[in-house]
């Protein structure tokens, strides 16, 4: 049985994995990249900060950040690329029906490597979602 939380991430692999110029997408990856071999652009999916936030009618509810680490290279345009996560992701605020509501709450640009042209943006994410008291 998968948890509520693992039915949003896979959600958000699947909607990242549809905007057509990434080329690699995972979720919760903690062991080191090798940056020469990684295709890009590149999007690493991590599971941060959650918060209940009320209980209504047995339900449990809460407020989840998600964060959306987004590796360029080169010519690539970090806001159009912005652009496209940021309709993918809205096109179903649900996250495939396990959430009442997700939205992009911020987003940072980096500059990684000048020399090899490599910057990256971690866009953050709220998620709502619910589930039955002890059921998650």
């Given at each position: 049985?998968?948890?509520t ?12 994995q ?37 209980e ?8 989840w ?69 002890g059921?998650?």
């Amino acid at each position: 049985m998968t948890t509520t939380r693992q039915n949003i991430l896979s959600n958000i692999v699947s909607t990242v994995q549809g905007v057509t110029s990434i080329k690699h997408v995972e979720a919760n990856r903690f062991t080191a990249v090798d940056a020469e071999v990684m295709p890009y652009p590149a999007c690493f999916i991590y599971s941060d900060r959650e918060e209940r936030v009320e209980e209504v009618l047995s339900r449990e509810t809460w407020r989840w950040t998600v964060i959306l680490e987004v590796w360029m290279h080169g010519n690539t345009d970090a806001e159009t690329m912005l652009a496209a996560i940021h309709k993918a992701m809205q096109d179903d605020y649900t996250r495939g029906g396990y959430a009442y509501n997700s939205y992009r709450t911020g987003v940072e640009f980096l500059v990684i490597d000048p020399s090899k042209e490599t910057h990256a943006m971690l866009i953050t994410y709220t998620i709502r979602y619910y589930h039955a008291t002890g059921v998650m």
